[in-house]
């Protein structure tokens, strides 16, 4: 049985499905944008039942993530570096 990825490893590989793209900036922040507002409409829906809103937010979630994966790549941010310095 395979070991369970680290979060390092899920996310380099994310990044790695990027690396041939060179979309420009304004679309990856419009796509971030965009999956924000699925994230807060979600979470403002009445008419979801929790259990459904919980998988749907987790899923919005990983896909703003997986955009922000995309942004690093393109831009060559350590992820690590950049959170460890908002921390300090």
Avoid: C
């Avoid at 999956?35 to 899923?59: C, F, M, W």
């Amino acid at each position: 049985m395979e070991a369970p990825e680290h979060f390092e490893q899920l996310w380099e590989k994310s990044e790695s499905l990027f690396a041939n793209d060179q979309s420009p900036h304004s679309s990856i922040l419009t796509e971030i944008r965009m999956k924000i507002a699925l994230y807060e409409a979600i979470e403002t829906n009445g008419n979801i039942p929790p259990q459904d809103k919980h998988k749907l937010k987790s899923v919005a979630f990983g896909a703003i993530l997986s955009t922000l994966t995309h942004l690093s790549q393109r831009d060559n941010i350590n992820t690590y570096e950049a959170l460890s310095l908002t921390m300090n």
